[in-house]
């Protein structure tokens, strides 16, 4: 059996990562899509939940993960701690599923070197005034830390030429469609020897 894709979607905080993997999950166009939950040391938002949104950790238990190899990727962000667990997304592409890392750019930049073949897809924004807007109209974060949330944004555009795909978060429908077109693509590329 062949393995499944790993797909990395990148993109800013607020670009709508988040609310376009909900729209790929219920539009059902792509078979066997999984999708990983990351570990985080952030406090959850009101209506998140444990083992769906994030797995929540104290920074201790952050760093045994670390320590324990249990992360493929782990990176700092705005003051929080982010990894995914490794053993999930193994599992998941050994059984030939394809799976969605929503991860920032530092860890995709890990996933990168450990997992080249990995498809790397970065969502951006309309335009750097509508990804504030969106940060903002969102309401989880106060204005301290959307200041810091759209300086590392400019950052993370700059690292857009590490990603095979660009992929405008314009309409959300309109984007599912450009990441279903980019993974049908993929199952069908001939592999390299
Ligand atoms: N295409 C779109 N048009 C308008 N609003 C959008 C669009 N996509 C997402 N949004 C809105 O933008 C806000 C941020 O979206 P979301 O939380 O999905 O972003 P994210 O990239 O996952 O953020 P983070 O990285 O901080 O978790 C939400 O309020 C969402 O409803
Ligand atoms: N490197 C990783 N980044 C991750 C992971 N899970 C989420 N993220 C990214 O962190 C920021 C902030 O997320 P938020 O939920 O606090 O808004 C955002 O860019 C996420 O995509 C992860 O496992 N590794």
Sequence with gaps: MSKGLLI???GPSGVGKG???TAL??????????????????????????????????REQFL?????????EHAE?????????????????NQGKDIILEIEVQGALQVKK??????FIFLLPPSLDELKDRIKNRGT????????????????????ENYDYAVVNDEIDRACKRIEAIVMAEHCKIPKK
């Design 8 to 10: 990395v979607l990148s």
């Design 19 to 21: 609310t376009v993997c």
């Design 114 to 119: 450990t997992f080249p073949q990995g498809v």
């Design 77 to 93: 962000y705005v003051g929080n701690c982010y990894g995914t667990p490794r053993e999930f997304v193994e599992q998941t592409i």
């Design 141 to 160: 974060e106060n204005d301290t830390v959307i200041d810091h949330r759209m300086s590392v944004a400019e950052e993370e555009i700059n690292m857009l």
């Design 25 to 58: 999950r219920n539009r059902e166009r792509i078979d066997n899509l999984v999708y990983s939950v990351s570990a985080t040391t952030r406090q959850p938002r009101l209506g998140e939940e444990e083992g769906v949104n994030y797995f929540y950790k104290s």
């Design 64 to 72: 045994d993960m670390i320590e324990n190899d249990q992360l493929l």
